[in-house]
């Protein structure tokens, strides 16, 4: 069965501090691994990965992809109260995590 | 860019009720996606086309049907609505071979009382 699967569910830091959010996947037909940055309304792109080892970067976010242990991890540094969000991973086709939740206090 | 509209922002819908939640997409995809999406439980996959007139269930088909009778139009239909379908419905849409993944519409919430 198809599952993603992200950890932690919920993280709460202070502003300045890095995190780093995980997401590992079992998706039949796996063709990509997604995530994506939700606020108050529909969830909005920020990174793409297919290939193993290659890191995006935006800002102070990046993301890296392992495909032999299938797993992602999104790293935010310098954490502002504006990266509150919950964060989701998806392994495209089709099967998205529960997310994580993180709160970043003043 | 891309745009997936879905018809209503926020609908309050009695029990035993036919829902019907509309999303269209404007740039001739191929392939169109209804989740739902609960506090903890992430997004979940209702149905999925990947063609005019082809459907396919998700993950939590139960109590909801599809149509896509147009390209651009896919139609999420709850037949008799329960407390239970109370809920975000985010619809989204890809080509077949995609760069950036989903394109999401701005979600409905739906109440159900």
């Known amino acids: 069965e198809d599952k993603v699967v992200q950890s932690p569910l919920s993280l709460v830091v202070h502003e300045g501090d890095t995190v780093t959010l995980n997401c590992s996947y079992e998706?039949?037909?796996?063709?990509?691994l997604l995530w994506y940055k939700q606020e108050k309304k529909a969830p909005t792109f920020l990174f793409m990965l297919?290939?193993?080892?290659i890191e995006k970067k935006s800002g102070r976010l990046s993301s890296i992809l392992d495909k032999k242990e299938l797993f992602s991890i999104l790293n935010i540094t310098a954490t502002q109260t504006g990266d509150s969000a919950i964060y989701l991973c998806?392994?495209?086709?089709?099967?998205f995590g529960a997310g994580t939740r993180l709160t970043v206090k003043p | 860019d891309v745009k997936v509209t879905q018809s209503s922002r926020y609908l309050v819908k009695r029990t035993g009720e036919k829902v019907f939640l509309e999303c269209v997409q404007d740039?001739?995809?191929?392939?169109m996606f209804w989740y739902r999406q609960d506090p903890g439980l992430g997004l979940r996959l209702i149905y999925f086309?990947?063609?005019?007139?082809?459907?396919e269930k998700g993950d939590i088909p139960e109590g909801y049907s599809v149509s896509r009778e147009k390209k651009e139009r896919f139609s999420l239909i709850l037949e008799s609505a329960s407390t239970n379908q109370t809920s975000m419905y985010l619809c989204?849409?890809?080509?077949?071979?995609?760069?950036?993944?989903?394109?999401f519409g701005s979600g409905t919430r739906l109440t159900v009382v």
């Open positions: 989204a849409s890809t080509p077949p071979r995609t760069g950036t993944g989903y394109t």
């Open positions: 998706v039949t037909n796996f063709r990509s």
């Open positions: 297919t290939s193993s080892g």
């Open positions: 998806a392994g495209f086709p089709m099967r």
């Open positions: 740039m001739d995809h191929e392939n």
């Open positions: 086309s990947y063609d005019v007139k082809m459907k």
